[in-house]
């Protein structure tokens, strides 16, 4: 079993910041890959922010320089500081993370991602 559970969301005006936060619990070991998506109201989702196995970054162009992914490797977490908000950020956020699972006490890699509820960002202006 993986939970994933996303916080952080709510309501800010245009110009503000919101610090978003994923973590991941239940039969893991760790997190290979990661990310942050945003889903608008009847709409598919949409690549926020990523952050791989290494640390290496990427950021959807509408993001990038405004928004900031990192993981703690300790907590198992995501966390998605988002800065100079607009109303078009305005979105259902996931986070999506693929992890290492704990299988019978040994870590073991599947390939498969786990995703959490979503948390609402409301950016008014």
């Known amino acids: 079993q993986v939970q994933v559970v996303e916080s952080g969301g709510g309501l800010v005006q245009a110009g503000g910041s919101l610090n978003l936060s994923c973590v991941a619990s239940?039969?893991?070991?760790?997190?290979?890959?990661a990310g942050w998506y945003r889903q608008y109201s009847g709409n598919q989702r949409a690549l926020v922010a990523s952050?791989?196995?290494?640390?290496?970054?990427h950021y959807a162009a509408a993001v990038k320089d405004r928004f900031t992914i990192s993981r703690d490797y300790v907590k198992n977490a995501i966390n998605l500081q988002m800065t100079n908000l607009r109303p078009e950020d305005s979105a259902v956020y996931l986070c999506?993370?693929?992890?290492?699972?704990?299988?019978?006490?040994?870590?073991?890699?599947?390939?498969?991602?786990?995703w959490g509820k979503g948390t609402l960002v409301t950016v008014s202006s």
């Open positions: 999506n993370v693929d992890p290492i699972l704990r299988v019978g006490g040994e870590s073991r890699y599947y390939g498969r991602d786990y």
């Open positions: 239940g039969s893991i070991t760790g997190i290979v890959s």
């Open positions: 952050v791989g196995s290494g640390g290496g970054t």
